[in-house]
């Protein structure tokens, strides 16, 4: 359900967008070109596709998904539809998980133990589904 209202509001921001009387205009009043036209609707569309895939950052999971495959294939997906914004800061979490943490060592998971680079990519992700997921 939650899903459902994040892509729900994502479609609508992105017709909302598309749609405005301003948008085909840069700050000069003269019109944008079609390479950024479709430059910032390719950007709405990799948010709202990252949205659709973006997990609740609040919700808890078990342990044992923590740096399982499953965990990496969900990780995979939401970066390969991720805007540029954020893909820095996957491939620094996905490096992360792929090379340090592991189901079966419990403090590997800690993210008290990540990193401190790892941390901020994350607390980066995290904001960006908030500011634009609505989570």
């Keep these: 359900m939650i899903r459902m209202t994040l892509a729900a509001l ?10 405005d009387d301003d948008a085909d205009s840069n700050s000069d009043g003269a019109a944008d070109t079609s390479a950024e036209t479709i430059a910032r609707e390719g950007d709405a ?8 895939e973006a997990p609740d950052p609040s919700a808890e999971v078990a342990e ?11 990780l ?3 970066r ?5 914004e954020v893909l820095d800061d996957l491939d ?7 090379d340090e943490v592991d189901p079966a ?4 998971q800690l993210m008290e133990n990540f990193p401190d680079e790892v941390n901020e990519a ?14």
Excluded at 10 to 19: E, K, P, R, S, Y
Excluded at 45 to 52: E, L, N, S
Excluded at 80 to 84: G, I, N, R
Excluded at 92 to 98: G, L, Q, T
């Design 10 to 19: 994502a479609v609508t921001l992105l017709l909302n967008a598309c749609t």
């Design 80 to 84: 390969a539809v991720s805007p540029d």
């Design 105 to 108: 060592d419990p403090d590997s």
């Design 64 to 74: 044992s998904y923590v740096g399982s495959a499953e965990h990496l294939d969900d």
């Design 76 to 78: 995979q997906r939401l």
């Design 45 to 52: 569309a990799a948010t709202t596709a990252f949205c659709d």
């Design 122 to 135: 994350t607390r980066r992700v995290v904001a960006f589904t908030e500011e634009h997921c609505g989570a």
């Design 92 to 98: 620094a979490i996905i490096s992360h998980f792929e």
